[in-house]
T-cell receptor, first 114, second 110 residues
Framework: NAGVTQTPKFQVLKTGQSMTLQCAQD?????MYWYRQDPGMGLRLIYY???????DKGEVPNGYNVSRLNKREFSLRLESAAPSQTSVYFC?????????????FGEGSWLTVV | QKEVEQNSGPLSVPEGAIASLNCTYS??????FFWYRQYSGKSPELIMF????GDKEDGRFTAQLNKASQYVSLLIRDSQPSDSATYLC??????????FGPGTRLSVLP
């Protein structure tokens, strides 16, 4: 059982380049998330999707766009990368029920913008 | 702004001791509380969750929740060097999202 799979694992971009981080989950979860993690800042929510066809901004959405392609897949796009977007990106999913929720993470994508 | 606060550490304990990790949260609507462990260079993995006031035990781990004080803690008994990691506290407000604290770095000294 793969859980949450995200690609690529490592990427170096030049300032101004664009790229898309891909994420897929095989747990039939309704909700999916993109977080970034920076030293001393913890996990900060970029965007989330509570269900197929919906997306909402999180705490730090500027400079990013997302697409919930179907129930399994949730992609994150950087249209014009900036050095401030150098970070570790985690995709996650959860069922978002009244009880028994747990959020599961992918292995992370290390992005460096030079 | 919903906030989750933790001491950043590092918290150092000797092997075999009890490690106590603390977390406070600002939103009284928070309903579910989670502790994640994150090793360096890895993704967070769930250790425990707790929904009700009181204690919940799972092996060497005990989560404690006090909603009146907006406080949740994690105790690790018989700490091992393999427990050395960053521990993230997370809270969930139903219908909204998970909010994570900045994490506490734990170092268990052999």
């Amino acid at each position: 059982n793969a859980g949450v799979t995200q690609t690529p694992k490592f990427q170096v971009l030049k300032t101004g380049q664009s790229m898309t981080l891909q994420c897929a989950q095989d747990m039939n979860h309704n909700s999916m998330y993109w977080y970034r993690q920076d030293p001393g800042m913890g996990l900060r929510l970029i965007y989330y999707s509570a269900s197929e066809g919906t997306t909402d901004k999180g705490e730090v959405p500027n400079g990013y766009n997302v697409s919930r392609l179907n129930k399994r897949e949730f992609s994150l796009r950087l249209e014009s990368a900036a050095p401030s977007q150098t970070s570790v990106y985690f995709c996650a999913s959860s069922q978002m029920e009244r009880s028994g929720n747990t959020i599961y993470f992918g292995e992370g994508s290390w992005l460096t913008v030079v | 702004q919903k906030e989750v606060e933790q001491n950043s550490g590092p918290l150092s304990v000797p092997e075999g001791a009890i490690a106590s990790l603390n977390c406070t949260y600002s939103d009284r609507g928070s309903q579910s509380f989670f502790w994640y462990r994150q090793y360096s260079g890895k993704s967070p993995e769930l250790i425990m969750f707790i929904y009700s006031n009181g204690d919940k035990e799972d092996g060497r781990f005990t989560a404690q929740l006090n909603k009146a004080s907006q406080y949740v803690s994690l105790l690790i008994r018989d700490s091992q060097p393999s427990d050395s990691a960053t521990y993230l506290c997370a809270v969930e407000v139903y219908g909204q999202n998970f909010v994570f604290g900045p994490g506490t770095r734990l170092s268990v000294l052999p």
